[in-house]
């Protein structure tokens, strides 16, 4: 089975920098993204940047120009790193994988636990 976990949350104030990380586990034949997503209390969980399989990165409207998502495919991590935080950017930040088990496999969705990052103005 795919596990993920993520480190790096936390405690920053406003204008400040935090580095999310998230290591996958477990046999997997192929990741075709991974990605971050954040939900936010009383607000559904929204994208804020994935990265295909050929390094091409897409991000939320929210945070171009201030965070940017890179992996390391031999080791299945994927990083974010996020400048300029601002108090709306606070909420728990989930590492996504979406893979293949197998050769024949259809592509499946797998989430970490998830890792709080709190901005205080």
């Known amino acids: 089975q795919v596990q993920l976990v993520e480190s790096g949350g936390g405690l920053v104030q406003s204008g400040g920098s935090l580095r999310l990380s998230c290591a996958a586990s477990g046999s997997i034949f192929s990741i075709d993204t991974m990605g971050w997503y954040r939900q936010a209390p009383g607000k559904q969980r929204e994208l804020v940047a994935l990265?295909?399989?050929?390094?091409?990165?897409r991000y939320a409207d929210s945070v171009k120009g201030r965070f940017t998502i890179s992996r390391d495919s031999a080791k299945k991590l994927v990083y974010l790193e996020m400048n300029s935080l601002k108090p709306e950017d606070t909420a728990v930040y989930y590492c996504?994988?979406?893979?293949?088990?197998?050769?024949?496999?259809?592509?499946?969705?797998?989430w970490g636990q998830g890792t709080q990052v709190t901005v205080s103005s």
């Open positions: 990265i295909t399989s050929g390094d091409s990165a």
């Open positions: 996504n994988l979406e893979g293949r088990l197998t050769y024949l496999s259809s592509p499946n969705d797998y």
